[in-house]
């Protein structure tokens, strides 16, 4: 856990590093982002929506109206279940307490699309695909089983940019998207999730 939120650190500083050394026409936004486990055996593994989450993105301008870059997202899933009896590998029962916890961190080259680029409320397209790291780990008790992976991942999503200036290029912005995430190990079957998102867009000049 620690070291895929240090994986978490690095990525999003690299982003950061990057945009200020090419900040002519780029622009930064940072997004909570809450997530909605969608496919069945993700549910049964957590159920509870993720309220732990974070999204970034370093987008090029080549116009006012198509930008393209880089989006990470991170979503930390957590669920504690009642103790319950299970059975143990050498047949014996086990009276403890199942928690499982799950972190996904897609990092995607990612396109999006304005309309009405002068009103004051901007709506927007985007589509993305990358790569999904994963940090799977469950405990049963006192003893965790941890592991890593590494998926594909896509995004599509759909939001507004509501500028604080009426010139300005920095604005509230506020999105929903969908996650989808194969992924076929562990007893789940994919790790899709509906986002919702909501927070700013900073130019980088």
């Known amino acids: 856990m620690k070291t895929f939120k240090k994986l978490c650190f690095l990525i999003c500083f690299g982003l950061f590093a990057t945009a200020t050394a090419e900040a002519q026409r780029l622009k930064f936004a940072l ?32 116009n006012e109206q198509i930008r393209a870059g880089l989006q990470v997202s991170y979503n930390d899933f957590y669920e504690k279940f009642p103790r319950q009896v299970y059975k143990g590998s050498d047949g014996s029962d086990i009276s403890t307490v199942l928690t499982n916890t799950l972190q996904t961190l897609p990092i995607m080259v990612k396109g999006e699309y304005s309309f009405m680029k002068e009103a004051r409320v901007q709506p927007y397209v985007g589509v993305g695909a990358g790569v999904n790291i994963v940090n799977f780990e469950q405990y049963l008790g006192e003893f ?54 909501a927070g700013v867009v900073i130019p980088l000049k």
């Open 31 to 62: 997004n909570y982002n809450v997530a909605v486990p969608m496919s069945e055996s993700f549910k049964d593994y957590v159920s509870k929506t993720s309220l732990r989450g974070m999204q970034g993105s370093i987008l090029y301008s080549f």
């Open 144 to 197: 965790p089983y941890a592991k890593y992976y590494s998926k594909a991942a896509f995004t599509v999503d759909v939001g507004i940019l509501v500028p604080f200036r009426k010139e300005g290029n920095s604005g509230f912005r506020l999105s929903t998207s969908y996650n989808y995430l194969p992924f076929n190990d562990e007893g789940i079957k994919n790790l899709n999730s509906w986002n919702v998102q």
